[in-house]
C-alpha cells in the first residue's frame, strides 16, 4: 500500500517525505522502491556528507525521500512555487512511532510558514505499537468483517487505538523516567554535600587546620574502638601493644606500652592527640604557613576527588543490582536510599581517616639537601662509567696486541734455510757444530 501510494504521487509529481522508525525498515524501503524502479534518496544518518544535498532536493517535483525520525528534528524543505500548485510535500509514515511528539514533528515538515502540504501514516495490525497494545482485538473485528489483507482501511477506531497505545507508552516512559529522577536525587544530595565541602577547601580563608584537628581526634577514637579499647571498660584490659602497633603502622609514631599503661580512657585519648600533634607541628615548622596550608589543601583535594570517584562507581554497581530486592517484597528505592546512605557514611570515614595518615607518614625534604643528594650520585655514576672505560680500554688492548710468529716445523736439508742466508739448511744452520741464525737462539 505504501509502494502504490508513492507510485501514485510520484506520477503526479508531487514531492513525498518518507518517514520511517529505524534503519533497517529504511532499508527495506529502499529496496522496494529500487525494485519499482522508482527514484529516490534515502537519509539515514550513514552518508553524512550528501545529506544537505538530499534536504535540499527532497522539495524539488517529482522527488522521493526515504528518511528516518530524524528528519522530524530541526530540518526545513524549501518547495517552488511549481510544487506548491501540485499540492506541496506530502509527508507519508510507514508506521506511527510510541510517542506522539515524533508523529507531529514529522507532519510538521509539511504546510511550514503557509506553504499547502499533506500528511498521511500507514499503518499495519503487525506494527510493534499494536501488537502490543490491543492488536489481535482489532484483528479479530477486521476478520469478522472480511476485510482482506493488503486492503486499504480508514477508521476512527483504529485511529483512536493507535493513540491510547501511544499515550500508554508515554506513561510508560514518563514513569521510567521519573523513577530514574529519583534515584538520580539520592545521589545529587550526596553531590551537594560533597562539593560544598569541596569549594570551602578551595577558598583560602578555610580554617583547615581546626579541620584536620578535628579529623584526627575522630581518628584516635576510631582507632581505640578498633584496638577495643573503651570508656567503660577497665584500664588493665586495654590492648595496648595492638594500639602501639596500629599507630606504627599507620601514622609512623613509635608509641610505647609503658608510656601508655595505668592511664584512663579520656587521659590515654588526650595523651595520644596530644603527642601526635606535636610530632606534627615540629615536621610542619620545616615550610612556612602558607606552604603549609597549600600543602594540607592540595593533599586534602586528592582524597576527597579520589574518595568521591570510588563512591560513585560503588554507587552504580548498587543501582545495577537492587531491583532484585523487591522480590523480597521491598522498595528497591527505599533499599537503595538506606544502602546509598550507609556508603556515604563510610565514604566520609574513609576521607577523615586518610586524610591523617597521609599528613602523618609524608616527609618535608630541603631543596638544597635534595640538589646535593643528587648531584652525589650523578657523580658516582660519572666515576662508575669512567672505571669501566678504562677497564674496557686495556682490555682492548691486549686483545689488539701481536704474537709472535714461531715456525717449530725443521726445514729439510735442501731446503732454504729459515735464517734467511740464501743457502740451503745442509750448508748453513743444518751443518754439523754450532748452531747459526733463528735455529741457534731456538736451541737456546
Not at 138 to 144: A, G, P, Q, V
Not at 264 to 270: I, M, N, S, V, W
Not at 334 to 355: D, Q, W
Given at each position: 500500500a505504501v509502494i502504490k501510494k508513492i507510485k501514485e504521487l510520484h506520477k503526479k509529481g508531487q514531492p513525498v517525505l518518507v518517514g520511517t522508525t529505524s534503519i533497517e525498515k529504511n532499508e527495506l524501503l529502499h529496496k522496494l522502491l529500487k525494485k519499482e524502479k522508482i527514484p529516490h534518496s534515502i537519509l539515514n544518518a550513514k552518508q553524512h556528507e550528501q545529506e544537505a544535498q538530499v534536504?535540499?532536493?527532497?522539495?524539488?517535483?517529482?522527488?522521493?525521500?526515504v528518511a528516518t525520525n530524524m528528519a522530524g528534528r530541526g530540518v526545513d524543505i524549501k518547495i517552488d512555487d511549481e510544487v506548491k500548485a501540485l499540492g506541496g510535500l506530502f509527508i507519508l509514515g510507514t508506521e506511527r512511532h510510541e510517542s506522539r511528539r515524533i508523529d507531529n514533528q514529522l507532519r510538521g515538515r509539511a504546510g511550514r510558514q503557509g506553504d499547502p502540504g499533506a500528511s498521511q501514516f500507514f499503518l499495519?495490525?503487525?506494527d510493534s505499537l499494536l501488537r502490543i497494545f490491543g492488536g489481535d482485538r482489532?484483528?479479530?473485528?477486521?476478520?469478522?468483517l472480511g476485510v482482506k489483507e493488503g486492503e486499504h482501511i480508514e477508521s476512527k477506531m483504529v485511529t483512536r487505538a493507535v493513540e491510547k497505545a501511544q499515550k500508554k507508552v508515554e506513561a510508560l516512559h514518563f514513569e521510567s523516567r521519573k523513577h530514574i529522577l529519583e534515584y538520580d536525587d539520592v545521589a545529587n544530595e550526596q553531590r551537594k554535600t560533597i562539593y560544598k565541602f569541596r569549594n570551602e577547601l578551595l577558598n583560602p580563608e578555610f580554617d583547615i587546620?581546626?579541620?584536620?584537628?578535628?579529623?584526627?581526634?575522630?581518628?584516635i577514637e576510631e582507632l581505640l574502638n578498633e584496638c577495643e579499647i573503651f570508656p567503660e571498660a577497665p584500664k588493665d584490659d586495654y590492648n595496648l601493644e595492638k594500639l602501639t602497633l596500629k599507630l606504627k603502622e599507620e601514622l609512623k609514631s613509635q608509641f610505647s606500652t609503658e608510656e601508655l599503661k595505668d592511664k584512663?580512657?579520656?587521659?590515654?585519648?588526650?595523651y595520644i592527640i596530644k603527642k601526635l600533634e606535636e610530632e606534627y607541628e615540629k615536621k610542619m615548622s620545616a615550610v612556612e604557613d602558607s606552604q603549609r596550608r597549600e600543602i594540607e589543601r592540595i593533599l586534602y583535594l586528592q582524597i576527597l576527588d579520589n574518595g568521591w570517584r570510588d563512591h560513585l562507581y560503588q554507587m552504580d554497581i548498587l543501582k545495577t543490582g537492587i531491583g532484585l530486592r523487591g522480590y523480597n517484597q521491598k522498595d528497591p528505592l527505599?533499599?537503595?536510599?538506606?544502602?546509598?546512605?550507609?556508603?556515604?557514611?563510610?565514604?566520609?570515614?574513609?576521607?577523615?581517616?586518610?586524610?591523617i595518615k597521609t599528613l602523618h607518614i609524608i616527609e618535608l625534604r630541603d631543596e638544597k639537601e635534595e640538589e646535593i643528594k643528587r648531584l652525589e650520585n650523578e657523580l658516582k655514576k660519572v666515576e662508575e662509567e669512567l672505571k669501566s672505560q678504562a677497564v674496557l680500554q686495556h682490555k682492548e688492548e691486549v686483545e689488539s696486541k701481536p704474537t709472535p710468529i714461531t715456525n717449530t716445523k725443521k726445514p729439510k736439508r735442501n731446503e732454504p734455510c729459515p735464517c734467511g742466508s740464501g743457502k740451503k739448511y745442509k750448508h748453513c744452520c743444518g751443518k754439523s757444530g754450532p748452531k747459526k741464525g733463528v735455529l741457534a737462539k731456538e736451541s737456546t
Open positions: 534536504i535540499a532536493r527532497a522539495g524539488k517535483k517529482g522527488a522521493v525521500t499495519s495490525l503487525d482489532i484483528k479479530n473485528i477486521m476478520n469478522r587546620d581546626s579541620k584536620i584537628k578535628e579529623n584526627r581526634r575522630d581518628y584512663e580512657y579520656d587521659e590515654l585519648k588526650e527505599v533499599e537503595y536510599k538506606k544502602e546509598s546512605f550507609t556508603l556515604f557514611v563510610e565514604l566520609v570515614k574513609s576521607i577523615k581517616n586518610e586524610i
